[in-house]
Structures are given as structure tokens and as C-alpha cells.
T-cell receptor, first 110, second 114 residues
Framework: QKEVEQNSGPLSVPEGAIASLNCTYSDRVSQSFFWYRQYSGKSPELIMSIYSNGDKEDGRFTAQLNKASQYVSLLIRDSQPSDSATYLCAVTRGRRALTFGSGTRLQVQP | ETGVTQTPRHLVMGMTNKKSLKCEQHLGHNAMYWYKQSAKKPLELMFVYNFKEQTENNSVPSRFSPECPNSSHLFLHLHTLQPEDSALYLC?????????????FGQGTRLTVV
């Protein structure tokens, strides 16, 4: 079983729609959860972090965490073509380095 | 000036060459990392340094040799690489004790081994 699992996509949504990206993780004691955005040929950029159960909103982005289900998601409201990228889910605990999923490619159609 | 700077951005080297990748962070962080990103694979952690001390080595072949002279600089020395080592090599830094795990990446070095 992979430590962090994501659907590779591509996930295709029309402009203005809500994009929903999902991630599951296997380490029950994970404490910190992150979403990174990576444009083609570029490095990952941190867009959201979440540490406790529930929702966390930042602009058009909402991260959702459910530790009981070992599930974290990212919602992007009013999706724009500029949101087209690969979204990486990452988890960690304590001082351990991040463990990444393989990413979900999002395509926002104009 | 970006937070994490990597040089060179692109590197082509032969299998018998020796080269080094450099990473510098200007964020005051105390942890630095090397990751490898190959096509269609998750980011693979290679090495971790905390306060200049190596704390993780994820079974990386000895042809990759890291060096961390201080908490702001990190090097990856390369020698006798194989074509399958061609990948994007990413450096990252974070601050332990704050938001654990919140790591910031450099722009990466695209390495091609011929």
C-alpha cells in the first residue's frame, strides 16, 4: 500500500466550476497535511496546510481533513485555467520529512 | 531574491563526470532536503539535514554524496551516474518546531545523464 495515494487524473473541470482533489494516507499518526501545486517544468509551491480535523479556507481554496478516515481533500472554487497544474498531497508527523503522493493533474477548460 | 535557490538549473553530464548541485536558502530554516522527481513517480526523499547533521538517508546509492557545510547551504555531489538518474532534483528547506513539515522548494536542477 502506498503511503499517500492520489488519483493521477487528469481531472477536467470547466472554468468557474469547483474542482475537488482527494488524498488518502496510510500512517494513522500523521499530524501535518499539505497541498502543493506544481506547474509543468516548475517546482512544487505550497498552497495549503492543515493540522486539525475540519475545513480550512484560504481564498478560493479549502482544505478538508478527516483523520478518522485518513482522508484529506482540496477544493478549488471558481476554477480558472491558471489553476491547471498537478496538485501534490503531502503528509508528515513530528520532525519527519514530507511524504508525497504522486499528484493529481487538474485541467480547467476555458 | 527567492527563498531557496538552486544552481545550476540544467545540467547534462556523462556517466564518468563528476559534478555538484548547489542549494542555498535565505529563510533562516534549520532543515534542508534533497528530493528526486522522476517522470510519473512521487517525489522521492533522498537526504535530510537538521542543523547541518544528516538525519535521513533513504537508501540512496553512494554515487550521490550530500554535503551540508552550514544550515544555509546544501550540496549534492554526483559521480559515475547512470542514465536512470536523469530527473529533476529539488532542494527544500523547513523550520523544525514551527509548522512542522511546511517545506519550501527551490526551482530544481534538471539533470540529464548521457
Amino acid at each position: 500500500q502506498k503511503e499517500v495515494e492520489q488519483n493521477s487524473g487528469p481531472l477536467s473541470v470547466p472554468e468557474g466550476a469547483i474542482a475537488s482533489l482527494n488524498c488518502t494516507y496510510s500512517d494513522r499518526v500523521s499530524q501535518s497535511f499539505f497541498w502543493y501545486r506544481q506547474y509543468s517544468g516548475k517546482s512544487p509551491e505550497l498552497i495549503m496546510s492543515i493540522y486539525s480535523n475540519g475545513d480550512k479556507e484560504d481564498g478560493r481554496f479549502t482544505a478538508q481533513l478527516n483523520k478518522a478516515s485518513q482522508y484529506v481533500s482540496l477544493l478549488i472554487r471558481d476554477s480558472q485555467p491558471s489553476d491547471s497544474a498537478t496538485y501534490l498531497c503531502a503528509v508528515t508527523r513530528g520532525r519527519r520529512a514530507l511524504t508525497f503522493g504522486s499528484g493529481t493533474r487538474l485541467q480547467v477548460q476555458p | 531574491e527567492t527563498g531557496v535557490t538552486q544552481t545550476p538549473r540544467h545540467l547534462v553530464m556523462g556517466m564518468t563526470n563528476k559534478k555538484s548541485l548547489k542549494c542555498e536558502q535565505h529563510l533562516g530554516h534549520n532543515a534542508m532536503y534533497w528530493y528526486k522527481q522522476s517522470a510519473k513517480k512521487p517525489l522521492e526523499l533522498m537526504f535530510v539535514y537538521n542543523f547541518k547533521e544528516q538525519t535521513e538517508n533513504n537508501s540512496v546509492p553512494s554515487r550521490f554524496s550530500p554535503e551540508c557545510p552550514n544550515s544555509s547551504h546544501l550540496f549534492l555531489h554526483l559521480h559515475t551516474l547512470q542514465p536512470e538518474d536523469s530527473a529533476l532534483y529539488l532542494c527544500a528547506s523547513s523550520q523544525d518546531g514551527a509548522r512542522d513539515g511546511e517545506a519550501f522548494f527551490g526551482q530544481g536542477t534538471r539533470l540529464t545523464v548521457v
